[in-house]
């Protein structure tokens, strides 16, 4: 059997983190998650999709992500009953998330509503790239007997 939800969509409220008696953290959150297809004009459709997060991944969502920031999720879709106020039985359908990524940039993050994450530490020296070398790092091949494969 396969249960296997990815998802990634914006932040519809600001996550909060509850704990249970037991000292577990959890948060629910709602994102919004645009349709793929859209008819000639009419406005783009979006799904709400309920996620929980449990122990560290609830940290991790309540501490960096806020109303609108950007979120991949990728977890297993769950039901649970349960009776409203009025004494109506109800059926919720959540995503429970196993992990949780960022999508949105870092300008999107630190100014659209999003928390702004510092790295620890500055990197010693700027990491090698290929746009530093020249023409003299490479050697050009002849062959003049054409036994190259390709």
């Known amino acids: 059997m396969l249960n296997c939800a990815v998802l990634m969509g ?3 409220a600001d996550p909060e ?3 249970t ?3 577990i953290s959890v948060t629910s959150f709602r994102i919004a998650v645009d349709r793929g297809y859209v008819r000639q004009g009419e406005e783009r459709q979006a799904d709400f999709i309920d ?11 309540t501490r960096y992500f806020r ?15 349960y009776e409203d106020k009025m004494g109506n039985k109800r059926t919720a359908v959540e995503v429970v998330a196993d992990n949780v990524s960022f999508c949105g940039s870092k300008a ?3 100014t659209a509503g999003g928390a702004a994450v510092r790295p620890a530490a500055a990197p010693a020296a700027p990491a090698a790239s290929f746009s530093t070398g020249g023409m003299g790092d490479f050697e050009s ?4 007997d054409d036994s190259l494969p390709f």
């Open 10 to 12: 914006r932040l519809v």
């Open 17 to 19: 983190l509850r704990t």
């Open 141 to 144: 091949i002849e062959d003049d």
């Open 21 to 23: 008696t037991t000292g």
């Open 108 to 110: 999107e993050s630190g």
């Open 51 to 61: 996620i929980v997060a449990w122990r560290q991944t609830a940290d991790f969502v």
């Open 67 to 81: 109303k609108g920031s950007m979120i991949a999720v990728q977890g297993s879709i769950q039901t649970r009953s």
